[in-house]
Each structure stands twice: as structure tokens, then as C-alpha cells.
């Protein structure tokens, strides 16, 4: 047995794992020798031993003080077994094998008895396989369900078909694994708004989060280009969906959140749902059911500052958004609002449409600013900050597009956490004013840059100049972000996958075991993304631009 | 009630309802007004009220013949359930709805006892659904239960989610739709030697096949690049996979096959699969697990004509292929050999590697021929013969690549079908040398060529220039290929949808109903598209080449 602890010990063994990972996929092409877990755990050990999981591999509980009421663990464990199994078929004769080989099944500890899914939740869990002596059982403990369920998907990477015995193996046995994630917000942003994307499509998007275990599904629900979703409390707005069929009924969200919260409380696959409403900009679709909140007809946005419908409307969805989506947060956008309109289309940015300094252009509003002594500018400040108050009014913290921060920082609520975007060296300066920081920097981490490679989502590091632990601790994690412009039901997979699970394990691994050269963890980023072909999960080769085909006939393992 | 009988009464109203179809898409981006069944039916009428599917729907089986001991038909309906409710949340109050408007389920009644699936099953169905009275039940009718799959496929596409009563309605009651196919063999093919597709893959593209009631799965399984099956007679040949892991073993196979066989008999998706085994040329990967099937090590293919252990393999391996697959026909290559060395490189085509004259220029090989007074094209001929004769003794009917018709055709077995694939104007003349055919012209019917757009796929007429009622039946049908030199598992789905489906109009629409102008169904496909992708495939946009990514933000419906 060999015995290497990644944590502290550094840099050297990292690159000494890595090194030997590539040489083997050069060599073998795939072959199952080396640590190939993605994203790297906090602190590993292996051996030697290949052991078989048993025919009926069993979930026990022994010592654990949590009930599984919610049926979580159990859920977690059987979707375990069946990713384990997915490959190939399993028909080994199991009365050929020394019984000191075969691994029993787990016995899973869970201290905490509180399954709710939270932001900050422990998500840490220890992992150890033996080399079986009769009856043999992996053990797993966590503080939290959560910690467990990111075990359990370490643990299914620990396993492989094997071609001569035709079972399901446990390679290089003994393991101790002991891990945690270095951010806790790890996110992945989807937009139901330029393109719609059907239900089966947004679950198996979550199903491959857990993979990569990240924690955010940050849903970018609406925007200029449509309304996909029912808001009870203003039933028109979802007029301005694309069509009949393209829209999300409520009971839709809530099964969405499901696959998350499961009576308010069990979030089954331990990812939360940021649910997004961008204002005052990126909103026209609003107004296809409620021209009201058009500034007028010919000048759809942003949402009238002057008319107190806007902030009822704001209201009524916030409302409505608190009784399906329970994460702590809610994101209020504020990016890409035009404030003058001196050089037409001006702020408009790469997302189009977030209006043309409208305020200032249609009288009625024009007036108001007049009349309150505000321009464009301050009407926009005015407008965040109320959305903020009703948001806060409702429970939730928020999450804001950085230019709220760029242009009246001081004047945010303290809970509010920035959301970085435009590029590097914001971070740094939304943590020494005191605020949170969530990094996306569009350079980076944005998916549907096609030309971001998985080297630079691998590199991107979010607490970049940012030496002071305090405010090291402000930056709460990162989101890639899938804009979906040019990304729809047919191509969302490829385009996702397996870029961000470069950023992935960025955001979950300790920095010290991070690749100093994206060189290094190559071949078990290969590795992963042909795990997740296995699975059924459309993840495009690393060569090539974002979602590239593979250019010629060959080898997952080499493309 | 309308009643609008497409059969026979021919194209002036098929255009009617196309262009009536066009219009609702357009005015309001995929509205259910209209015929949307894709492909269309051979004869439909339909009338003018929705009614409800129940919270309970049933399957009844009062009347039929068929015991349903392997539960295909159960299965099936199973499937049916699912896949109408996968889109939304069925959470309709049904205690609100009048009795009068629900229906209570279908009632299927098969009349023959035999469910064994192979070429030539009848493979038609009659589905009324009335407009009900309590309690009400569709009617479902069929000789074999692979019609009655195929009328579930159809009775699926008449289901909406109604987003005012949040349950399934059936739109356009009372229908009687009356159906059976054009052609009997409606391929399409997949290449796992170019690159390997994991299982959970091409488990989905057959489910995905049954959609749009193509009934072949043509399984090109190895090829010069890679040989990833597991031939027990002749264990090393998959030595010649890209890696350990990108391999499937007899049971992989047979786990595939299951999706349609069941016990030999029982075809769970009604889908053949048609295995290939490309001889001589194309089999360069033979030899990574025994190099004296190659002519030399520096001349690798084709195979070597001179030695006997050749045949032995083949023998070995169509023996191996007889126990896992049950279709009628093997296919048996022969395409893109090369017979004269004069032009180095000439005869390898755009496939690749299917070798530069080996047997002229390997001096075993070369005294060999001259023994036998071959020149290396008497060779060819001779190899595709002996090879036929092999597969003729395992049981199986041969398919051949065109080549050898061109080359030869008159020594062909009269039970081989000829495989069209380079261009048009083929068919007609295997069917005057009274041998059937299967239609895949490349420049038409070949999914790797991106500028082979839409129309191109549906316009293209497998009985072109064929007007004689005997040899128009020995064009067996047609065929769309997916070769897989730029397609894996990332892009495999969206490169064959909706492409595919055109062409599987062509295939199963009687001629007279199908579009004289591919504009007349853009509308009807657009929603056929968009209804794959809110199953969860990732069909592409109609507007563009093959699988290209959507252009801009806007709805399904209209890209």
C-alpha cells in the first residue's frame, strides 16, 4: 500500500500523481492506474488492490443519527449503484471469486440529524475502502447528507467495469479519501430566456452538476427575449414567452427545485436554485403581457423607474419566487442598464436590448426624474436599491450584476453579494469595501465563449490578489455561465460540459492541490469527460474550441 | 367534425392541411392547430374537440389475440405514459373536469400471437380516438404488436400538455388514423469503429429511432480504425479497440439487441438491428489481435486473400454474430477495396484506409493469385463470394455495398440486397438485375455530410426512375448514415435529428401524401423537432447545416 497525503505535503506529490496519470492514458489510452477523481479531493490514499462490489451491494447505516425521512441517502445510493452499473453489463459469476475480494456494500454515518439544503451547508465527508477481509464495507461519514452525497460521487469514480471478471470493481484498495469543498458557492448559470429549454433538459443539466459537484444551479429564468415562467400573482407575464408550449407553470419550478427540495427542506441531489430576476435592464419581455411597464411603446426598457406598477409587479414575483425557490439568495441582475443616452445603444453590451436610456427619451418618465431631482444615473441607483428592499422584505439576501457595484458600491445593502462579470481584478475591490463576491469573469468563465478553452476555466483563480483572509473569505465561489444566445436543447451539453468541470475543480479543490500547469491534470480531465459519455452525458472532446466535434476518428482518451 | 381523408384523395389537400400547418406555426410559433403527426400517417381524419387523458389512464386488451408474455406491449404503453407526461407536471384538479371530456384509456387489440420481430412484420395499425361518452376508450388495432408500438408512437404525438387544466389532452378529437409504411427497411446507421459510442448512447438513439418510426438500427460495429466487440471465437480481436474501456463484450451486444430482442423473439422497440461485418477491406484493426490476417505488416489491408485463417475468422465471427443477432441479414461491406495499385490511393474513397493494393504488392500474396490465375479484382470477387457463402451457411441473407454489384453484380447470391451509398441512379439498375436494394446515396442520405440539409433528406426518392410494380418492391427501402468519423457521443444525437427524420417520412408516408415541396412540411418537422427535444434529444435547429448550433435567441419553433 502506498500511502500519499496530498494535503500540505504539496505541490511535488500533486505533479508526481499527475504526471504518472498522463503517462498512463498516453500509454494505455484510459487504463485505471493513477488517482483519476474529478475534481481532486482535499486529501487522498491508495493502494494496491482491486476488489469487486458484490451483486448486492448494500447500504448500511450503523451509527449514523440521521433518519432519512426524505429518503435522500437512499436515493442518493441507488442513483450511486445505477451510474456504477451504466456502462456495461454486469453478468460476472460471482461464485468464482475469493470472498475476500468482494466488497460488501457501505455503511453510511451521518452526524447531523438537519437535512435542510442551505448556502454555507458542511458538505465535507470522509471516505474509506478497505481491502476486504469477510464481510467487508466501505465506510462514508459526513456531518450532513450533502457531505454524503458528494462522497457517494466520489465513490462511483472509484469503481470501474472490469473486462475479464465482468463485474463492477473497486480499483487500488485500501482508499482514504478525506475532502471538502474550498468554495461554497459553486455555481453553473442556464437562460430560459433566449432559448427555452425543456424539463428533461434542465434535470439531466443537474444530474451532471452533482457529477462535478457543483452546488449552484443559477437560473437565469427571464429576460428581454422571453418570459417562460408563471407568476400567479401577475398571470400575464408569461405572454411574453416565446410561445404557448415554450413556458415553465409553476408546479414546472417547483419540480425543477425537486430534484433539489423536497418537502421545503430535502434537496435531493444537493444543488440549490439561485432563481435570477434581472431589473431594471433585460427586461421587455415583461411588458408583452403589462405594456405598462414599458416606458412607452417605441422605448420598452428599462422598466419605468416612474410607475409605482413596476415595484408591484417586482413584488408579486418575489412573492411568488419565495414560496418555490428556498435558497437564501435571490439575484436581482442590475447589469447593463443604460443610464445616458448620449452615444445611442450604449450599455447595451453583449446581451442586447437592455434599452436605450429610455428614461430620459419618454416624457412621462422624464418628468418624474425631473420632479424627484434625479437623472438617468440615480434613477437606476434608486431603482436597484428599492428591488433590494422588496427582496430583503421577502427573506432573501441578493446576489447583483457588478455594476451595481461599479457605479454605487457604498450605497448597497450589506447583504448583498456582488456578482463579478466584465473581467479580472473586481473581486479584489467588492472584498475591501467589505462586500461578498461571486467571480464569473466573462474572459474566463463564460461557457458560451467558445474560444475560453478548459485550460483558461481550469486557471482562473477567483482570490487572484486577494492576500488577506478575511476578505479571502468574502469571495463565497464562482458560476460558469451557459448564456444561452446560441445554446438550446440540442446543443446546451456539449457547450457546458467539460469546460466547466475545469472550473469545477478550481472551485473545490485546495488551492495547494491545484495544477500550476492545466498540462498536468490533461489526462484526468480526459478521463472525466469520457465518464461522463459513459453516463450518457454529451461532454465535447478538450480539443478544439467549446463544443467543438472531434476533428477526426479516434479515442475518447486521446481527444 | 372534419373529415379530411389523405389517402387517395391525394396531394391538393395534403397541401391544404401543410400549408394550414405552416400557417398556425407561424402565427403563433407552435400552436396545436393543425395535423402535427410526423411522419404523416397513410390516412387521417380528425375533428374538432380536445378531451383529457385520466389521471388513471388504462391499458385495456379486451378482444385480442395476443397474450403479451414478454410485455412489450405493456412495456410499450409504459413508455407511452412516460413520454406524454415528460415535458410539465401533471397537476390538474380532475374533480373540475365534466366526465363526458375524459378519456378513460385504449383498449388494444392484436390479432396475431406471433411477436417474433424481423423483416417484413407487418407493421401496421388503425387508431380511432373518439370524442368520448363515460367511460370512453381509444381504440388501438393492429396484426402485430410492433403496429401497435408504432400506434402508440402516433396516439403520442395527438397528446399535449394543456396549460389551463395542467393535465394531457388528446387536441382535434375524433380521430381514426389508418397506417402502415412504404418501405420495409428504414435504417439508420451507426459507426462505433470510427469512434465508440457508450451504451446509454445508442440505447437513446433507439429510443429516439422509434419516434419517428424508423425500424433498422444498422450497427457498423468495427472498421480499420477500431474493433470494439468481443468475438469469444476469436478472443484478441478487440485488441484492436482504441482503449480497454471503449470495448463492448457479448453481453454490451446483447444488452443492445434486448432493447429489441427479448428471448430471441421479443422486440421491445420494434427496432431490427442489422450488424456489419466489412470485408476485405475496412478491417485493418483485425489484425492488432492477429497480425497474419494482415497481408504484411507494412501492407495492412485489405485482408489477406491467401491464407485461409481469413475465412476461419469470418466463419468465427458470423457464428459468434448468429447468436446475438437475429435479424434476417448481415451485412457484409465489400465497399471501397482496392484492386489495382496502379494509382496509389486510388480506391480508399472518403472512409479511409480500406488499403492501396496490398495483395499486388505482399509477394505471398502475389504468388497466391498468380497460382490461382486472380488478378487482384477475380480476388475481390472471389473473397465477397466465399464470404457470402459463410454468412449463407450461419442462416443469414446477405447485404453488400454497392461495389459489388458495380463490380460483379451478376455473381452475386440472389439473396443479397445491394447497399446503394455513392450516388444516385443505382437502385434502378440493381432491380432490373432482379436483386433488391436499399437506398443511401451519399450526396442525399449520409448524416456526416453537414450541407446535406433538411430538404435534401426528405426529397429524396428511393423509387426514382423505377416504374415497374415487381422491381419497384425489390427496393426494400432506404437508409440515413451516420458515419462516425466526427461524431461520439457529444454530438452523435444532434448530427442525426432532425435530419433523420425527414428522410423516415420519405420511408414510411405513401407517396402521394408526401410534399411535392419540402416548404410544405417546414412547419410540421419544426414541431416534430422541438418534440424530440422536449423528450430530452438534442434534435438541432431545422435553419442551418447539420447540427449546427442555433444562429440567435429565439423560440424552438421557429429555427
Chains 1, 2 share one sequence.
Not at 432563481?275 to 403589462?290: F, M, N, Q, R, T
Amino acid at each position: 500500500m502506498e500511502k500519499r497525503e496530498m494535503k500540505g505535503s504539496g505541490v511535488w506529490v500533486v505533479l508526481v500523481l499527475f504526471v504518472l496519470v498522463e503517462w498512463v492514458v498516453s500509454k494505455k489510452g484510459g487504463d485505471d492506474d493513477g488517482v483519476k477523481i474529478w475534481p481532486m479531493p482535499a486529501s487522498v490514499s491508495y493502494g494496491h488492490k482491486n476488489v469487486y462490489m458484490s451483486k448486492d451491494f448494500q447500504l448500511k447505516t450503523e451509527g449514523t443519527n440521521y433518519n432519512d425521512a426524505s429518503s435522500i441517502l437512499k436515493d442518493g445510493f441507488f442513483r450511486f449503484l445505477d451510474v456504477v452499473k451504466l456502462a456495461h453489463v454486469v453478468d460476472g459469476d460471482f461464485s468464482k471469486f475469493d470472498a475476500s475480494t468482494i466488497l460488501q456494500g457501505l455503511n453510511v454515518v451521518i452526524l447531523s440529524q438537519n437535512d435542510e439544503l442551505q448556502y454555507g451547508v458542511d458538505e465535507s465527508y470522509k471516505l474509506s475502502v478497505p481491502y476486504p477481509q469477510n464481510p467487508a464495507f466501505a465506510h462514508l461519514e459526513a456531518q450532513t447528507v450533502y457531505g454524503a452525497l458528494h462522497g457517494l460521487q466520489t465513490f462511483s469514480q472509484l469503481c470501474n467495469f472490469n473486462f475479464s471478471s465482468r463485474v463492477v470493481e473497486v480499483y487500488k484498495t485500501p482508499w482514504t479519501i478525506t475532502d471538502q469543498p474550498r468554495f461554497s458557492f459553486r455555481g453553473l448559470l442556464i437562460d430560459t430566456s433566449r432559448h427555452y429549454q425543456p424539463l428533461p433538459v434542465i434535470k439531466k443539466v443537474i444530474d451532471s452538476m452533482a457529477y462535478a459537484k457543483l452546488n449552484v444551479l443559477h437560473w437565469h429564468i427571464v429576460d428581454t427575449q422571453s418570459f417562460p415562467l408563471e407568476i400567479p400573482s401577475y398571470p400575464k407575464l408569461w405572454d411574453g414567452a416565446y410561445s404557448i408550449q415554450e413556458r415553465y407553470t409553476v408546479a414546472d419550478a417547483a419540480e425543477i427545485v425537486r430534484q433539489v427540495i423536497y418537502l421545503l427542506y430535502a434537496q435531493t441531489r444537493g444543488i440549490n436554485v439561485l432563481a435570477e430576476l434581472d431589473v431594471p435592464g433585460h427586461a421587455l419581455s415583461w411588458g408583452i403581457g403589462y405594456p405598462f411597464l414599458w416606458p412607452s411603446k417605441d422605448c420598452q426598457q428599462p422598466l419605468d423607474v416612474s410607475n409605482e406598477f413596476s415595484f408591484k409587479v417586482i413584488d408579486g414575483i418575489l412573492s411568488d419566487f419565495s414560496k418555490i425557490f428556498k435558497f437564501k439568495f435571490v439575484h436581482l441582475g442590475g447589469d447593463e442598464v443604460n443610464t445616458t443616452c448620449s452615444v445611442p445603444g450604449l450599455g447595451e453590451g453583449n446581451r442586447l436590448g437592455a434599452g436605450r436610456g429610455c428614461w430620459t427619451l419618454t416624457p412621462r418618465v422624464s418628468k418624474w426624474l425631473k420632479k424627484h431631482g434625479m437623472n438617468e444615473s440615480e434613477a437606476y441607483q434608486y431603482f436597484v436599491l428599492r428591488a433590494q428592499e422588496i427582496a430583503l422584505s421577502h427573506g432573501y439576501e441578493i446576489v447583483n450584476w457588478e455594476e451595481t457595484f461599479n457605479d454605487f458600491g457604498d450605497k448597497l445593502n450589506p447583504k448583498t453579494v456582488v456578482h463579478n462579470w466584465l473581467g479580472g481584478g473586481v473581486a479584489e475591490k467588492v472584498v475591501a469595501a467589505g462586500l461578498r463576491c461571486i467571480v464569473s469573469n466573462q474572459d474566463k468563465w463564460y461557457l458560451d465563449h467558445l474560444d475560453a478553452l478548459w485550460p483558461d476555466f481550469y486557471m482562473n483563480e477567483p482570490l487572484t490578489n486577494i492576500t488577506n483572509p478575511k476578505q479571502q473569505k468574502l469571495v463565497i465561489g464562482g458560476e460558469v455561465c451557459m448564456w444561452g444566445e446560441t445554446v438550446d436543447a440540442s446543443d446546451i451539453e456539449q457547450t457546458i460540459w467539460p469546460r466547466a468541470a475545469a472550473a469545477a475543480e478550481r472551485l473545490w479543490t485546495p488551492y495547494d492541490n491545484l495544477a500550476k500547469d492545466p498540462r498536468q491534470v490533461f489526462g484526468r480531465l480526459k478521463h472525466f469527460r469520457c465518464l461522463l459519455n459513459k453516463r450518457g452525458v454529451a461532454a465535447a472532446p478538450l480539443t478544439g474550441l467549446g463544443r467543438s466535434a472531434p476533428m477526426e476518428p479516434g479515442s475518447c482518451y486521446s481527444q
